[in-house]
C-alpha cells in the first residue's frame, strides 16, 4: 500500500518512478519528521552522498520535500499539502526543541504576512526554538 502511494507521488510530480526515488521518498513517509542528509544516508546506507543529494534536489523542485536551515544544520521535510497551497510554500514554521532536540515542521495559527517596501515577497522562513509537546509534560 505505502509503496504504491509513494510511487503515485513520484508519478503525479512528472517524475519517473526509479528505484532509488522510491526508496529515498519511503524514508520521508516512514519517519515523517525532518531529517538531515546524513540522517538519510543512515537510513539508506547503501547510495553515495553525490546520488542522494541529487534525488533530494530533484524532489525539492518538485516540491515533494522543502528544506531549510535550523541550528546550522540543513533539514529536509515531507511537503504536506498546505504546503503547496498557492504556491506559497511552506506556510508553517520550523521548531527546534530545546530539550529534546527533535526538529518539526509546526502549524501556526496565523501565518504572519510581511509586506516590505519595493520588495515581493515569495518565501518566508521561520525558526523557533522552546519547548515540544513531549517535553512540556
Ligand atoms: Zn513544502
Ligand atoms: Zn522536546
Ligand atoms: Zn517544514
Same mark, same amino acid.
Given at each position: 500500500?505505502?509503496?504504491?502511494? @509513494?510511487?503515485?507521488?513520484?508519478?503525479?510530480?512528472?517524475?519517473?518512478?526509479?528505484?532509488?526515488?522510491?526508496?529515498?521518498?519511503?524514508?520521508?513517509?516512514?519517519?515523517?519528521?525532518?531529517?538531515?542528509?546524513?540522517?538519510?544516508?543512515?537510513?539508506?546506507?547503501?547510495?553515495?552522498?553525490?546520488?542522494?543529494?541529487?534525488?533530494?534536489?530533484?524532489?525539492?523542485?518538485?516540491? %515533494?520535500? =522543502?528544506?531549510?536551515?535550523?541550528?546550522? +544544520?540543513? #533539514?529536509? &521535510?515531507? #511537503?504536506?499539502?498546505? #504546503?503547496?497551497?498557492? =504556491? +506559497? #510554500?511552506?506556510?508553517?514554521? =520550523?521548531?527546534?526543541?530545546?530539550?529534546?532536540?527533535?526538529?518539526?515542521?509546526?502549524?501556526?495559527?496565523?501565518?504572519?504576512? @510581511?509586506? &516590505?517596501?519595493? =520588495?515581493? %515577497?515569495?518565501?518566508?522562513? !521561520?525558526? &523557533?526554538?522552546?519547548?515540544?509537546?513531549?517535553? !512540556?509534560?
Amino acid at each position: 500500500m505505502l509503496r504504491l502511494q @509513494i510511487k503515485n507521488i513520484i508519478k503525479e510530480s512528472g517524475l519517473t518512478v526509479t528505484k532509488i526515488r522510491v526508496k529515498v521518498l519511503s524514508v520521508f513517509m516512514q519517519s515523517m519528521k525532518p531529517m538531515t542528509l546524513q540522517s538519510i544516508n543512515k537510513l539508506i546506507n547503501d547510495l553515495d552522498r553525490v546520488t542522494l543529494f541529487r534525488v533530494l534536489s530533484i524532489f525539492e523542485e518538485r516540491k %515533494i520535500i =522543502h528544506s531549510f536551515v535550523i541550528d546550522h +544544520n540543513k #533539514c529536509y &521535510a515531507l #511537503c504536506s499539502y498546505e #504546503c503547496n497551497d498557492d =504556491h +506559497n #510554500c511552506h506556510k508553517h514554521i =520550523h521548531f527546534k526543541c530545546d530539550d529534546c532536540h527533535e526538529v518539526s515542521c509546526l502549524s501556526v495559527v496565523s501565518f504572519p504576512q @510581511i509586506v &516590505a517596501k519595493n =520588495h515581493i %515577497i515569495n518565501n518566508l522562513n !521561520i525558526n &523557533a526554538s522552546g519547548k515540544c509537546a513531549n517535553c !512540556i509534560i
